[in-house]
């Protein structure tokens, strides 16, 4: 029985765990089986009541390695459990999230394709605006040269009239007549379409016979102070009248360009 007991350990030291135990219960039950068959030798076998005891002490070891092991699992279990559950819900909310982001991408995408086409349409647009705005100043340059050369006509048209007038008020002969004569031809030559429209057949006649020999509208031998001959009176008339249309147009032209 001390070599069966010697055996016994040497075998159970190669095994561990569940199998370990298994083997130690199954061992102390032969060599208690061996005890009562032969319990008047009990005393002269205390090697194997020494291995008894240190097998039972190896079974309350392993009993509770036992249940330390369950309760280490049990607890890797739980928490195993509650990662599974966080973990799965974590999967399940970045799943949604990513769903929504796609989604969100897909209708950025779109937008982002609608807005390209509005911008290139829209370059076009500004393009073509720019184009007729380059043109409309262009044109307002051009207007506006026109203005102020036909305002530099209009203001000495209005000073030689005014000076006709002035020396046909003033019956002056001499050189202011002849500086008066060639003022007013450049005058009709300059608005020679404005005065056909502005005068009647009769008055154009008459102011071209003036223009050609205004001497003849003064009297050939004045007394006291030079006067008019009969027919000055129309050409005053006439040169009065245009004096006043020629100032309210130059009025107006300014009003319309300020505009």
Same mark, same amino acid.
């Given at each position: 029985?001390?070599?069966?007991?010697?055996?016994?350990?040497?075998?159970?030291?190669?095994?561990?765990?569940?199998?370990?135990?298994?083997?130690?219960?199954?061992?102390?039950?032969?060599?208690?089986?061996?005890?009562?068959?032969?319990?008047?030798?009990?005393?002269?076998n205390r090697p194997v009541t020494k291995?008894?005891?240190? *097998?039972? #002490? @190896? +079974?309350?070891? &392993?009993?509770k390695e036992a249940d330390e092991d369950? %309760?280490?699992?049990?607890?890797?279990?739980?928490?195993?459990?509650?990662?599974?559950?966080?973990?799965?819900?974590?999967?399940?909310?970045?799943?949604?999230?990513?769903?929504?982001?796609?989604?969100?991408?897909?209708?950025?995408?779109?937008?982002?394709?609608?807005?390209?086409?509005?911008?290139?349409?829209?370059?076009?647009?500004?393009?073509?605006?720019?184009?007729?705005?380059?043109?409309?100043?262009?044109?307002?340059?051009?207007?506006?040269?026109?203005?102020?050369?036909?305002?530099?006509?209009?203001?000495?048209?209005?000073?030689?009239?005014?000076?006709?007038?002035?020396?046909?008020?003033?019956?002056?002969?001499?050189?202011? *007549?002849? #500086? @008066? +004569?060639?003022? &007013?031809?450049?005058?009709?030559?300059?608005?020679? %379409?404005?005065?056909?429209?502005?005068?009647?057949?009769?008055?154009?006649?008459?102011?071209?016979?003036?223009?050609?020999?205004?001497?003849?509208?003064?009297?050939?031998?004045?007394?006291?102070k030079q006067s008019y001959a009969p027919?000055?009176?129309?050409?005053?008339?006439?040169?009065?009248?245009?004096?006043?249309?020629?100032?309210?147009?130059?009025?107006?032209?300014?009003?319309?360009?300020?505009?």
């Amino acid at each position: 029985q001390p070599l069966a007991a010697v055996w016994i350990l040497n075998y159970l030291g190669h095994f561990t765990g569940p199998r370990m135990r298994c083997l130690t219960s199954s061992a102390l039950a032969v060599l208690a089986a061996s005890g009562t068959r032969d319990e008047a030798a009990v005393d002269k076998n205390r090697p194997v009541t020494k291995v008894i005891n240190l *097998l039972k #002490d @190896m +079974q309350k070891q &392993l009993e509770k390695e036992a249940d330390e092991d369950e %309760e280490v699992y049990n607890k890797v279990a739980c928490w195993c459990s509650t990662n599974d559950k966080e973990k799965t819900k974590s999967i399940a909310d970045a799943e949604q999230r990513i769903d929504r982001l796609v989604n969100k991408i897909e209708e950025e995408t779109a937008s982002s394709s609608r807005l390209n086409t509005e911008i290139k349409n829209l370059e076009v647009e500004v393009e073509k605006n720019q184009k007729s705005l380059d043109q409309a100043t262009a044109n307002r340059k051009k207007e506006l040269a026109e203005f102020n050369e036909d305002e530099k006509d209009t203001l000495q048209s209005i000073s030689a009239l005014k000076s006709a007038v002035t020396v046909l008020s003033k019956h002056n002969g001499g050189a202011a *007549l002849l #500086d @008066m +004569q060639a003022a &007013l031809r450049s005058t009709f030559h300059t608005h020679q %379409e404005k005065i056909s429209g502005m005068l009647s057949a009769k008055e154009s006649k008459t102011v071209q016979s003036f223009l050609q020999s205004p001497e003849d509208y003064f009297d050939a031998e004045p007394t006291f102070k030079q006067s008019y001959a009969p027919q000055s009176g129309e050409i005053f008339g006439i040169l009065k009248n245009m004096l006043s249309t020629f100032e309210a147009d130059l009025s107006q032209a300014q009003k319309d360009e300020m505009q």
